[in-house]
């Protein structure tokens, strides 16, 4: 079956550590994959995503991540997390080259920078 | 703010009654998605329409039953509510030009069934 998996659930940094969140998705055809992030209290918002091209992807807010074809992996990193990074985060996925859009999302991880 | 709003906000209903859910598209997108998030969770697809037609389903019984309007607004219905469609109901819109595309989400409707 198609599926996304996010390896941490809950992790907590100090302000200016690197953050690194893993997914994984199952399947090995085309994939479209996409970041979300969900701060308190507002609605998804789009981080990053990756259709084609340079697997490394840059985002918003400082945010990459970077695609591996052969882990069926899309890990997303920030250098220094702020405060203000605090969120929730997913991995999503869709599968094939139609646009469809059909997204199938990890279960989330919840990030908790102390200041 | 992404330009999509969904209503109500929250809503209370009983087992075995039904329920509609609305949601206005970002203005010039013609395709709306509906999720279902419960607690904990991430979201998990409904289905999708594309200008007024069904363009895939999810895992998801034919209770849950959905419309796009000629405006791209939508609604999402479900029939005989069980206590487990207690969830955030997400709707999102996006632009499809030619294989890539962006979902916007709205800020999602709370239901509980109790």
């Known amino acids: 079956a198609q599926s996304v998996s996010q390896h941490n659930h809950h992790v907590i940094l100090s302000e200016a550590a690197s953050l690194e969140l893993g997914c994984n998705y199952s399947y090995g055809g085309t994939v479209n994959l996409f970041w979300y992030v969900q701060y308190p209290g507002q609605h998804l918002q789009l981080l990053l995503k990756?259709?084609?091209?340079?697997?490394l992807v840059k985002g918003i807010k400082g945010f990459e991540a970077e695609f591996i074809k052969s882990k069926f992996s899309f890990n997303l990193r920030k250098p220094s997390v702020q405060w203000s990074d605090t969120a929730e985060y997913f991995c999503a996925v869709t599968y094939g080259s139609s646009n469809t859009g059909k997204l199938i999302f990890g279960q989330g991880t919840t990030l908790q920078v102390k200041p | 703010e992404t330009g999509v709003t969904q209503s109500p906000t929250h809503l209370i209903k009983t087992r075995g009654q039904q329920v509609t859910l609305r949601c206005s598209s970002q203005?010039?997108?013609?395709?709306v998605s509906w999720y279902q998030q419960a607690l904990g969770q991430g979201p998990q697809f409904i289905f999708q329409?594309?200008?007024?037609?069904?363009?895939g389903r999810g895992n998801f019984p034919p209770r849950f039953s959905g419309l796009q309007f000629p405006n791209y607004s939508s609604e999402l219905n479900v029939n005989a509510l069980e206590l487990d469609d207690s969830a955030l109901y997400l709707c999102?819109?996006?632009?499809?030009?030619?294989?890539?595309?962006?979902?916007?989400f709205g800020p999602g409707t709370r239901l509980t069934v109790t």
């Open positions: 999102a819109s996006s632009l499809v030009q030619g294989l890539t595309y962006e979902q916007y």
């Open positions: 990756y259709f084609s091209g340079d697997p």
């Open positions: 203005s010039g997108h013609n395709t």
């Open positions: 329409y594309y200008r007024e037609e069904e363009n």
